[in-house]
């Protein structure tokens, strides 16, 4: 089994060896068309990161596209990462989330890993807000579960955490075991989920809500908005058209040569600005 590693140094790092090789040892499909995905981490670096505590991304290469994944394992984990990937119809040359969900064990991905995220200032998410909602759609759920893990093994983190998982229906909840588990294992009860399904017909005995999004559901299952001094943050990842709904549109910008995109935060707009949140409460992820 891996081990998790809180401080020791690495002998090699990203920056030495920007692309890398990461050797596929197993998968298993997370909903029918969802893989979790285990890679063994190159040659010479024992964690994806040598801080445990902030966030981790890998940028996946393949045919000149590159997708970024973040990992749902612990960034601490020793020799492996974990990936979440929703299989696509391949594209002309090839797709990035083909490409990998043809992978069998043993064969490989090139891979770079990313530089942290700055939420707001900081890559850092123990204790810096008293309340943190997680609000996500699909494979949106992977970067929480990250933050779930991290927040889960630091011993001083008193964050209260409210998580609302979006999706079409019951079976394409992702990842809904591990957060059920983490959710009964927090200690003091502070993580909190909603699943809410957007599909039809819905069981008379769902126990969640429905519907895509609304200012009662926002209101009732997220941190209330209009904190003093950001106490209170909401981090939203999923489809364009999810964030877009919630948070308003994420900006786009194109750069270097081959006019790479890169993505902005926007301004704050959709239902949580009509709820009342300001810009330093809310990031798009």
């Given at each position: 089994a891996a081990r998790r590693s809180s401080s020791a140094p690495q002998s090699r790092t990203a920056n030495i060896f920007p692309r890398l090789r990461f050797r596929l040892l197993e998968r298993r499909a997370a909903s029918p068309d969802s893989w979790i995905l285990r890679f063994a981490l190159p040659h010479g670096l024992r964690t994806l990161t040598p801080d445990p505590t902030q966030p981790t991304g890998l940028k996946v290469l393949h045919n000149g596209v590159e997708k970024s994944y973040s990992p749902i394992s612990h960034p601490a984990e020793q020799g492996i990462c974990d990936l979440l990937v929703k299989h696509y119809a391949p594209l002309p040359g090839g797709g990035v989330s083909d490409a990998l969900c043809s992978l069998e064990p043993g064969q490989e991905?090139?891979?770079?890993i990313k530089p942290p995220r700055s939420i707001h200032g900081s890559p850092f998410v123990a204790n810096r807000?008293?309340?943190m909602g997680l609000l996500s759609c699909g494979?949106?759920?992977?970067?929480?579960?990250?933050i779930l893990r991290i927040l889960?093994?630091?011993p001083t983190d008193r964050t209260e955490i409210r998580l609302l998982s979006v999706n079409r229906s019951v079976d394409g909840?992702?990842?809904?075991d591990e957060i059920d588990h983490l959710a009964a294992d927090w200690p003091g009860?502070?993580?909190k989920v909603t699943y809410s399904l957007t599909g039809s017909p819905v069981s008379s005995d769902w126990p969640g809500v429905t519907g895509r999004g609304s200012h009662a559901m926002a209101r009732d299952v997220l941190p209330l908005p209009g904190s003093d001094g950001g106490s209170n943050v909401v981090l939203v990842c999923g489809t364009d058209g999810f964030v877009e709904s919630?948070?308003?549109?994420r900006w786009q910008r194109h750069t270097g040569a081959h006019g790479r995109e890169v993505k902005l935060q926007g301004p704050l707009g959709g239902l949580l600005q009509e709820a009342g949140f300001?810009?330093?409460?809310?990031?798009k992820l």
């Open positions: 991905a090139e891979m770079k807000w008293r309340c494979t949106g759920i992977a970067p929480f579960v990250q889960r093994l630091d909840i992702l990842l809904k009860g502070r993580l919630w948070a308003g549109p300001r810009e330093d409460e809310v990031y």
